[in-house]
């Protein structure tokens, strides 16, 4: 099992930065791609970042130019820096991380964004 533990949520206002981490624990060898998703209310969950172990990423457009993604494999975190938030950016953020072929969800962090 894989447990995962998020962090940095929060309310900015709009056009302020937020970073939230993920730190994963537990049955972490093998550990392979972890990302971050988001789900607003009323609304279907969303990809936001991916990143491989080795350090490839994948955004959705909407973050493009505003969120990184980043890890640290030697202590099992992922991070996601998020600039000029938008309050449309409001939502629970979920990492996940990929071992052996199973997927571990962590229970979330509210990021709120006022206008």
């Known amino acids: 099992q894989v447990q995962l533990v998020e962090s940095g949520g929060g309310w900015v206002q709009a056009g302020g930065s937020l970073r939230l981490s993920c730190a994963a624990s537990?049955?972490?060898?093998?550990?392979?791609?972890m990302g971050w998703y988001r789900q607003a209310p009323g609304k279907q969950r969303e990809l936001v970042a991916t990143?491989?172990?080795?350090?490839?990423?994948n955004y959705a457009d909407s973050v493009k130019g505003r969120f990184t993604i980043s890890r640290d494999n030697a202590k099992n975190t992922v991070y996601l820096q998020m600039n000029s938030l938008k309050p449309e950016d409001t939502a629970v953020y979920r990492c996940?991380?990929?071992?052996?072929?199973?997927?571990?969800w962590g229970k979330g962090t509210l990021v709120t964004v006022s206008s």
């Open positions: 990143i491989t172990i080795g350090g490839s990423t």
């Open positions: 996940n991380a990929e071992r052996f072929s199973t997927t571990y």
């Open positions: 537990g049955s972490i060898f093998g550990l392979n791609a």
